[in-house]
């Protein structure tokens, strides 16, 4: 039960694109599609904002996308703005109904 | 709307137990997999344990196995946690969440949490 792998943190201007990475491995994110994004504010619950790899629940901007190819799925945030400066985690289905977080991206607008 | 409420944690010693409940309302809690996940301060996201939406199945963590017991009353609207020998280490905020399908997949509402403090 290895977590995925995220990097630590992330940067960009307002109106720029940034992309998240989360790796995976053969017996998670490489195999299923029950890859999600969370994003989470300081003292608040996790909110999904990407699931099944590539979808957005009702309300979540267009602005947030999700990708996979192989063992690594990718979030990318377009045209920032200073309320997505957040912690981001992923998360992936793993073999035998368990769940699998990445350790989180915390993402600061500049 | 989905609301989970999650009550029962607190300030308990190392080898103690305590009980988490959580209360769902909104939706039809019996079609649906639930979860426990926990964030230690300042610390990334842990998932603890799941159950399906019938308690057929369940899946707990290697680090909470055979001292963390997930269970739901669908009469109730209600899932638990029973912790058993709580160690320092799992302080944490427990976050109950709810997951999109019957069997244990991803997860997509939250509640906003309760506080575990194990200490001596």
């Known amino acids: 039960q290895s977590a995925l792998t995220q990097p630590p943190s992330a940067s960009g201007s307002p109106g720029q694109s940034v992309t998240i990475s989360c790796t995976g491995t053969?017996?998670?994110?490489?195999?299923?599609?029950?890859v999600s994004w969370y994003q989470q504010h300081p003292g608040k619950a996790p909110k999904l904002i990407i699931y099944?790899?590539?979808k957005r629940p009702s309300g979540v901007p267009a602005r947030f996308s999700g990708s996979k190819s192989g063992y690594t799925a990718s979030l990318t945030v377009s045209g920032l703005q200073a309320e997505d400066e957040a912690d981001y985690y992923c998360?992936?289905?793993?073999?035998?109904?368990?769940?699998?977080f990445g350790g989180g991206t915390k993402l600061t607008v500049l | 709307q989905v609301q989970l409420v999650e009550s029962g944690g607190g300030v308990v010693h190392p080898g103690t137990s305590l009980r988490l409940s959580c209360a769902a309302s909104?939706?039809?809690?019996?079609?649906?997999?639930m979860h426990w996940v926990r964030q230690a301060p300042s610390k990334g996201l842990e998932w603890v344990a799941s159950?399906?939406?019938?308690?057929?199945?369940?899946n707990s963590a290697d680090s909470v196995k055979g001292r963390f017991t997930i269970s739901r009353d669908n009469s109730k609207n209600t899932l638990y946690l029973q912790m058993d020998s709580l160690r320092v280490e799992d302080t944490a905020v427990y976050f109950c969440?709810?997951?999109?399908?019957?069997?244990?997949?991803?997860?997509?509402?939250w509640g906003q949490g309760t506080l575990v403090t194990v200490s001596s």
């Open positions: 969440a709810r997951d999109l399908e019957l069997w244990p997949t991803h997860i997509d509402y």
């Open positions: 909104g939706f039809t809690f019996n079609s649906f997999a």
């Open positions: 159950m399906s939406y019938d308690g057929s199945i369940q």
């Open positions: 053969s017996g998670d994110l490489g195999v299923y599609n029950y």
């Open positions: 099944e790899v590539t």
């Open positions: 998360s992936s289905y793993g073999t035998s109904y368990l769940v699998i």
